[in-house]
């Protein structure tokens, strides 16, 4: 199967969205829409207000494979853009948004098969709801796993709530995302300016030490954090200290728990991503991009020239090669990717 792939390396972290979205006026809640400005710009609105101009990269497969053959890229991973997760607005209106946005997705993907695969969108504030949506995004749809935000309202994702999520995709050896969102960082960090640089990465180190501490839970779910892990891997020797200094040393300590998580290439440094490399893993290292926004590593893999070539391989394509192959539900589409080398 891998003789099969076209050359080039695999963008795990890429986003896309439908040029409209389903009307959801009818449902309690402040929700994403989207206004066609061009015939290839529009602009999200957030309950009716301008939110990020955006353009037909985020909807066109020909647009997005014309960028991806110029930089190199063999495949990309399409997910949601994360403030339309929606995960502290009422369940009702947010699954039926999950739910148009993964067909959008497969659609997308149906358009080039081999060359896009998918992380769809679930409502997670009803975690029955999310289960059900998470089994029909990879059991149906085809779909790799989903994306999810850091927080949920004012639950942390190491609740018990979302308990049977978590079994569910483990059980399907489903990939999931997970990725800060804008809009639930801490307002005084956005006064200072500083929401992207500091704010992001705080957020999903937050979300991620909460699922490294405490109670134990099935470390066979593929969590996979965003850029690079966010704060996660500079403050895991103090997590371990503040584990031990409270009484729970005789337990795997988080930095050793860490080692089941995955995490992403995007921290624009090189030593960073060492970093990243050190904590998670070699072989839980994935390249992403955050393509096709402005915050985007251009080109493709750019971090990547200060790391060894084995390493190189590693996260730029290997380790994201064994995702899809380990993926049985995903095993016929990746042989698809010779009929489109």
Do not use: K
């Not at 059991?139 to 949920?152: S, W």
């Not at 893999?301 to 996260?315: C, F, K, P, Q, T």
Request: with cysteine.
């Amino acid at each position: 199967m891998r003789q099969q792939v076209p050359e080039g390396c695999i963008d795990i972290h890429t986003h896309a969205i439908a040029d409209r979205l389903p009307d959801l006026a009818g449902y309690p809640g402040r929700w994403p829409s989207v206004e066609r400005l061009a015939e290839d710009r529009a602009r999200i609105l957030l309950d009716g207000a301008a939110y990020r101009e955006i353009d037909d990269r985020c909807w066109s497969a020909a647009r997005r494979l014309r960028d991806m053959d110029a930089e190199g890229v063999a495949a990309q991973v399409v997910s949601p853009i994360p403030v339309t997760l929606c995960h502290d607005q009422p369940a009702s209106g947010a699954a039926v948004l999950a739910a148009a946005q993964n067909d959008f997705l497969a659609e997308l993907v149906a358009q080039a098969p081999g060359r896009f695969f998918a992380l769809g969108a679930v409502p997670l504030q009803d975690p029955q709801r999310a289960v059900a949506e998470l089994l029909r995004c990879v059991d149906q749809l085809g779909f790799l796993g989903v994306e999810i935000g850091t927080r949920v309202g004012d639950l942390e994702l190491a609740a018990p709530a979302f308990d049977p999520f978590f079994d569910a995709a483990a059980d399907r050896g489903a990939l999931v995302l997970i990725h800060p969102v804008d809009l639930t960082l801490d307002p005084r960090l956005a006064e200072l300016g500083i929401g992207f640089g500091l704010g992001m990465p705080v957020e999903t180190a937050t979300a991620a030490a909460g699922l490294l501490t405490g109670r134990l839970r099935r470390s066979e779910v593929r969590l996979c954090l965003a850029h690079g892990g966010g704060a996660l891997p500079s403050i895991l020797p103090r997590l371990d200290r503040g584990a031990q200094l409270t009484g729970r040393g005789h337990e795997a300590l988080p930095s050793m728990r860490a080692r089941d998580l995955w995490c992403d290439s995007l921290t624009y440094d090189a030593a960073s991503l060492e970093l990243a490399v050190t904590r998670f893993g070699a072989d839980h290292v994935l390249l992403g991009t955050d393509y096709p926004f402005a915050a985007r590593e251009s080109p493709p893999g750019a971090v990547l020239s200060g790391l060894n070539e084995r390493l190189r391989a590693a996260v730029g394509r290997e380790n994201a090669l064994s995702l899809l192959e380990a993926n049985h539900s995903l095993s016929l589409v990746a042989d698809s990717f010779g009929a489109n080398s």
